[in-house]
């Protein structure tokens, strides 16, 4: 099952199963939160409801993609692509530090910083240095806590394209400071296009994830990439993580964090900027991954 948020000629948004023929929309006011919190039935039943009798058949090109999840709970990125964390240090004469094997690491974004796969993402306030990264994430479908990572499987609903959009030069001034970034990351993170069901990416399992080539261009330069298949810890160690002393709920965003060569920082500290200059006003990045589909966001003032 492929899920979207949409909008279609300025009306409320809706919720529908992308199919061949368009997106059939579920009825007014549902939304894809609503199909979580169970472990499937609810999402079974609005597929069939969706196949046989929907509100309406939207063609996808004349609907404006919202992210899946619009307003998420909560969000998650993690660091789980030992290649990106090992270039990026590498590049700054750093070894790797042990402790990156023995936990997944992560930090809280902004849920009312959700962007579409298609809108345009304005520059941070104060930044010149605007970065992108080439993400998946996993939207928590079932509740818990203190789940095991065999548990943590099934309490996936589905995955999606993610950039973590990055301000360099804020978030490098912030962390000097021992919390996180901050600024640097809760101006935008895009979303979408759609919520792709685990069953959809079975017959591509590899090694902790799918292989799933994920690839980023710049104004139609290839910058990025890379493979799903590589991430060192997978997303159900990455929600059991999450889920300790704590509890997740479903639409909780789960990033994966910066795939291998991923983003402009990694790229530079490798190649120069000259070759990786930051992004500027106009520029258009384009996230694929294969499986879950294209998200492209014009940078603007």
């Not at 030992?82 to 992560?106: K, L």
């Not at 009312?112 to 809108?119: H, L």
């Not at 479903?250 to 060569?261: A, Y």
Request: glycine share 10%.
């Amino acid at each position: 099952m492929r899920w979207v948020t949409y909008n279609h000629q300025g009306g409320d948004d809706r919720v529908g199963l992308l199919m061949d023929d368009g997106i059939h929309a579920l009825a007014a006011g549902v939304e894809l939160v609503n199909l979580l919190g169970d472990r499937g039935e609810r999402m079974r039943a609005a597929l069939d409801w969706a196949t046989n009798q929907p509100a309406e058949i939207v063609a996808l090109e004349q609907a404006a993609l919202r992210p899946p999840i619009p307003r998420p709970p909560s969000v998650r990125d993690f660091s789980a692509f030992e290649q990106h964390v090992r270039a990026a240090r590498a590049g700054r004469g750093q070894e790797m530090d042990p402790d990156r094997y023995e936990r997944p690491v992560f930090y809280f974004s902004n849920p009312a910083a959700m962007v579409g796969p298609n809108d345009e993402v304005k520059v941070a306030p104060g930044s010149a240095a605007l970065d992108f990264e080439l993400e998946v994430a996993a939207v928590v479908g079932l509740g818990g806590h203190d789940l095991t990572p065999a548990e943590a499987e099934g309490h996936i609903a589905g995955f999606t394209v993610m950039n973590d959009w990055s301000a360099r030069d804020l978030q490098a001034q912030e962390m000097r400071h021992g919390l996180g970034p901050a600024k640097g990351k809760d101006f935008a993170t895009s979303l979408g296009p759609a919520l792709v069901t685990p069953d959809e990416l079975e017959p591509y399992r590899k090694n902790k994830a799918y292989e799933l080539v994920m690839t980023a261009r710049v104004n139609g330069r290839e910058y990025s990439r890379g493979n799903l298949s590589d991430v060192h810890w997978s997303f159900a160690e990455m929600v059991a993580y999450a889920s300790r002393g704590t509890e997740l709920v479903p639409g909780d965003v789960i990033g994966s964090g910066t795939c291998g060569t991923g983003c402009i920082l990694e790229l530079s500290l490798t190649h120069g900027t000259e070759a990786y200059p930051w992004l500027r006003p106009g520029d258009v990045v384009e996230l694929s991954v294969a499986g879950l589909g294209t998200i492209a966001n014009r940078v603007i003032v």
